[in-house]
């Protein structure tokens, strides 16, 4: 028996893994974020132990006749190395690329931003949580100083008063979590659901919006303005722990209720409801979720949501406040290590020499030779085989075919690289495409950190040893390394950095042992916002979990804000920002509104899930209002067409009553709704605007 945890979404549900023999089962246990529960994704995730369609040997790919022949792992790692080495020497460092996965262990992110900084000598190095609460990151990093998903434990829902939901089905994408709703309701509170759909979430409030896609940023202005018009701001908190209240208190005074209702299509009484309901609560949670995220305005979004909950007094009080719903696995922790073009460990920002000269004696290397700033995920993509873009592209823990807006294009794009290599357990969409596939472990074959949507590091401990032929990510990137002549500051052969001796500097390690990388990253971390010093393993195990920040020798901070924000004046940040739309309104030609997300028995781009045989798979299907239905002549169970300016395509009709008239829904697990979606970037985060854009529907 082997106490984990789930290896799906950011709850990071406790579980332990039980072997019968050939078999591996799960069982539960008693963890404080779950209590035992599991979503079905969680009771059946031992499903790919043992399948057919898992990788055990990497593949190399013909390009002249698309034949895949096994290789030994010498074979596989060579080729990479030597044809990485080439295309440096051709065309610089940049001309090789990274790209990672908000569901590798902090260990993992930690050594892939090493080893494409210190190995490839690269800027070039991104990842797909780039796509999950970036804009969330953005804005809290303007307003708190700091980005942490969720600031306090995910069990004070229970204890607020009005919980505001904003673009979020945590009943289907997180369902242990949804107990915190109904208790809270048990205890007298309300549950407020702003959705363009009445999913299972909206099903439970006690308050339902439901606006046209994009439009949550004008109900928060909406919201606020009715607030100070009813003179329900705290106007004390706001003077002893903010600045720019004023800039915002203006700007606000243009959104009178009917306004906002001529925009979002929200009533304005039911606007004046939300409002109501907060002035009078003493205890206000506001959360956000990818609804109101991935947008092009996606980090104005969350910063006027957040106006409204600094407005109120909320941050830093107990059962309070304004936290984001992290997506992925390890969402919060991948982001903070160095995964990102613009970080290093501890989420210290790699243009800082400070923060440089930290992390570059941690390395054992000159400060001078770690890259600078590199492009944004989906800007990485869209420069793969350009002329000034990076010619080669090693991907980690990500299904990119699936996962990318206007998918088609980014499509193209990988097919375009000198050299494209994806590790991953099996032969995913973006594999396929690969010239060599490595084969990694999974979840319960390896030992590693994860943090979860409450900045709670958690331990996940291998239950079983991977197949043969099968290395963990670890593997690779020190294999890789000491091929590209990095081992320890000595030189063997390719150097990236043009000096392979660096005077009285120790030079880079690779360890493939998890724990040692851990204690690297306590170093790497200390004094930086995400201060992990005080982690250890052996504390994580003791404690169940431990939170950040933890400076060594102290305590983790489950709760924060409440004697001060991280900007060095101590003070929040109301930030004055305004509606823009979506970048892609409707037109004749594509009169609806297109907007995707999750279902129950599916996670991310299903490269996991849909092999899982216990899991349900029906495919991608459309739904749509039944007035729409009848206009374009679609039934249910029938196929229908789906346009927008960047493909189509085609799937079983849904006809439901919870849907806009004027929106269409299209789950993203499979391929097609992402050859759809908008590119349109945030300006802030980058976020691609995955949530909205124009489009038609046929039958």
């Given amino acids: 028996m082997t106490d984990t945890h789930c ?3 950011s709850l990071q549900c406790g579980m332990t893994l039980v072997r019968k023999g050939p078999r591996l089962e799960v069982s539960e246990r008693s963890f404080p974020v ?11 995730a031992t499903g790919l132990r043992g399948s057919r369609e898992r990788l055990t040997t990497p593949m190399v790919r013909d390009r002249a006749t698309g034949e895949w022949t096994a290789a030994t792992w010498d074979e596989a790692l060579d080729l990479i190395a030597s044809k990485l080495a080439d295309l440096r020497d ?10 990672g ?29 780039r796509w999950c609460m970036s804009s969330a990151a953005s804005a809290g990093n303007q307003a708190f100083g700091v980005d942490r998903g969720l600031p306090f434990p995910l069990a004070d829902i229970e ?3 009005v919980c505001v939901l904003v673009g979020s089905n945590l009943a289907e994408t997180m369902p242990p979590a949804a107990r915190h709703l109904d208790r809270l309701r048990e205890n007298g509170g309300k549950v407020v659901v702003i959705d363009p759909r009445l999913t299972p979430t909206g099903e439970r409030a006690d308050l339902f919006l439901q606006p046209v896609p994009g439009t949550d940023l004008p109900l928060a202005l909406g919201v606020l303005h009715l607030l100070d018009a009813a003179g329900a701001v705290d106007e004390d908190y706001i003077a002893e722990r903010t600045t720019g209240f004023e800039d915002v208190r203006r700007s606000v005074a243009a959104w009178w209720p009917e306004m906002v209702e001529r925009v979002s299509g929200v009533e304005a009484a039911q606007l004046r409801e939300l409002a109501s309901l907060l002035a009078n609560a003493e205890k206000v949670m506001v959360l956000t979720a990818r609804g109101a995220e991935q947008h092009a305005q996606g980090t104005a979004t969350v910063l006027a949501w957040l106006n409204v909950a600094l407005a109120l007094g909320m941050p830093g009080k107990a059962y309070a406040g304004y936290g984001c719903l992290t997506g992925q696995g390890n969402g919060q922790g991948g982001r903070e290590h160095g995964q990102k073009a613009d970080q290093l460990p501890g989420y210290r920002m790699i243009d800082d020499p400070a923060a440089r000269a930290h992390v570059a004696a941690v390395w054992g290397v000159d400060p001078e030779t770690i890259p600078g700033k590199g492009r944004s995920a989906y800007e990485l993509l869209d420069a793969l085989g350009t002329p000034e873009g990076p010619k080669s592209l090693l991907v980690f823990g990500s299904n990119i075919v699936v996962s990318a807006p206007n998918a088609t294009h980014i499509t193209s794009r990988l097919t375009s690289l000198d050299l494209l290599v994806v590790a991953d357990m099996v032969m995913s969409e973006t594999a396929a495409l690969a010239d060599v596939v490595l084969p990694v472990t999974q979840w319960a074959e390896e030992t590693g950190t994860m943090t979860n949507l409450e900045g709670r590091v958690i331990l996940r401990q291998a239950a079983v040893t991977p197949p043969d ?6 593997d690779v990137i020190a294999g890789l390394a000491a091929r590209l002549g990095v081992v320890q500051g000595v030189s063997v052969g390719y150097s990236p950095v043009d000096r392979p001796e660096l005077p009285g500097l120790p030079g880079p390690t690779w360890s493939t042992d998890p724990e040692e990388i851990f204690e690297e990253l306590r170093a790497a971390t200390k004094g930086g916002k995400a201060d992990y010093s ?4 052996d504390r994580i195990r003791e404690e169940d979990g431990v939170f950040w920040p933890c400076p060594e020798d102290t305590e983790g901070t489950p709760r924060l804000f409440a004697d001060s924000f991280f900007h060095a004046d101590g003070r929040a940040r109301f930030i004055d920002v305004d509606h823009r739309g979506a970048a892609e309104q409707p037109t004749a030609d594509y009169p609806l509104h297109l907007t995707t997300g999750r279902v129950l028995a599916q996670y991310q781009s299903g490269a996991q899930t849909r092999r899982i045989k216990d899991l349900p798979d029906e495919g991608a299907f459309v739904e749509l209002h039944p007035l729409l239905a009848d206009r374009v002549g679609a039934h249910d169970g029938d196929p229908v067409v789906v346009r927008t300016p960047r493909g189509e395509m085609k799937a079983p009709a849904r006809i439901v009553t919870t849907i806009r008239p004027d929106t269409v829904f299209v789950p993203f697990h499979w391929v097609g709704a992402n050859k759809l979606t908008n590119d349109a970037l945030d300006p802030s985060s980058r976020m691609p605007e995955f949530k909205v854009c124009a489009a038609a529907v046929s039958a």
């Fill in 7 to 9: 290896p799906y979404c």
């Fill in 90 to 99: 051709a065309h610089g460092a940049d001309a090789n690329a990274v790209f």
């Fill in 534 to 537: 005080g982690i250890t393993y």
């Fill in 34 to 44: 779950n209590e035992g529960a599991l979503c079905r994704k969680g009771w059946t």
């Fill in 101 to 129: 996965g908000g569901g590798l262990t902090n260990e993992k992110a930690y050594q892939l931003g090493k080893f494409a900084r210190v190995a490839l000598g690269t800027s070039q190095i991104d990842y797909n949580g």
């Fill in 159 to 161: 204890r607020t008063d």
């Fill in 469 to 474: 032929g099968v290395r963990s990510d670890l």
